[in-house]
């Protein structure tokens, strides 16, 4: 049977009346992302409530925070000194039945009490990370039933045959979506990582940019995600001008295992890679045709408790380290693997004649690893596990630097010699 949810309103800071909003965030502490914010006087739905996620409170009395759902339909937390609560029955969420409007704070609240939160027959937001292989069906969704099972995984979907499907790959944790194509729009809320999100348009940034930024769909309005921050998946995002060929490597990390942290910007002093942040020990994956391994170079100064140059009391970019083996050259353990002419999609061939390097076969160096899970010489077979992310070398947090030299010499062994052929990945790599 549903329930009316009970009511909050915003109260603010009644001895601070210059303060007219107040904060909404995606989850029940400071420590969250500010979501919007919300007017004083406003009332909303309580959906849920939890003490502060990180134990903080006033004169020894934990803050709790409710989540709301305002008359606009957004949803988001906030905080109990911020907020009354209206005349009512707030069992539900552990607070006694209220005759007159109340401040929340004033109050005690069971804390072992939740709400159910209310269902709505509609469209989910967006479709929750799924494993990969499988994305969000295009066209309208089946509402989602409510999980009792925290964890429990969503329900999957087969990929469809044509379609784009963004998923999240900027950020630590999440990525803002703005009301417009630019940063100049404000933030109407905030998506995890590994989220897929249909994607509805591609425009240029309004603000002269030179990232484009899609449309994508949100319950009351539409809203906009900077390309770089989503992996495009599916035949149409070719299509649409996403990426440059469907048939592109995956990145050798898993979705939505790995983050963007930075892109090509031309070699050295310039960044001359990609680098993707994961875990320490994310397997890292060989292309989807195989390859050969060429190098399998191990830092000596790089040991698993010392693994990087600030372990050792160096700079991040110290000069020493570039031409110190000991280091990798900055590099950290590191593979490289040889992908010939004829494993390479369409797309990267005619991309190779076009800048003059014909029949060339792609060198891919993979940096700052953990492990190093395959020998020089190794015959690799599709998607083969070859290493893992590590924080080696000239490094200061867990990643993976995707680095691809070209050359017309199939042979070639030295990385040095190869320099003249340095590429942007992403002549060979989907991000
Ligand atoms: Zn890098």
Known sequence: MPTTPSQAIIR????????????????PGTGYALLFKAPVGLSAAILDALPDDAGNGFQGKVYQWLKLRLPDGSEGWARDDLLDLAPGDHTACGYPVL???????????????????PVEPAAPLWIPAQPAGSVAPAGPAEPVEPTTAPGEPPPTAEVPAGGCVGVV????????????????????????????????????????????????????????????????????????????????????????????????????????????????????????????????????NATPEKPNVRDHGLKVGDPRVFSDPGWGFGYGHYIVVRYTHDLLPAHTRSALAAAGLPGAAIFVMYAHLRDRAVAQGAVLSPGQIIGTCGNSGNSEAPHVHLEIRASTNVNETSWARLSRGLLDPGILFKR
């Not at 005759?99 to 939160?117: E, H, N, Q, W, Y």
């Open 99 to 117: 005759g007159v409007r109340t401040f929340a704070f004033s109050l005690v609240r069971d804390t072992s009490k939740r709400p159910t939160p």
């Open 12 to 27: 603010g800071l009644p001895d601070r009346p210059d303060i007219t909003e107040i904060n909404i965030r995606s989850g």
């Open 169 to 300: 790959i900027g950020g630590r944790e999440s990525i803002n979506v703005r009301s417009g194509p630019s940063t100049r729009y404000g933030i109407v809320t905030t998506v995890p990582r590994g989220t897929r999100l249909e994607i509805l348009d591609l425009r240029p940034d309004e603000t002269g940019g030179p990232l484009r930024w899609v449309q994508v769909p949100l319950p009351e309005r539409q809203g906009w995600v900077r390309e770089d921050l989503l992996s495009f998946q599916g035949a149409d995002c070719a299509t649409a001008g996403l990426l440059p060929a469907a048939d592109l490597y995956p990145a050798p990390l898993a979705l939505p295992n790995y983050w963007w942290v930075r892109g090509y910007e031309g070699a050295l002093p310039a960044h001359n890679g990609w680098d993707l942040g994961a875990q320490i020990g994310e397997p890292v994956l060989a292309g989807p045709h195989g390859g050969r391994v060429i190098i399998a170079f191990n830092a000596s």
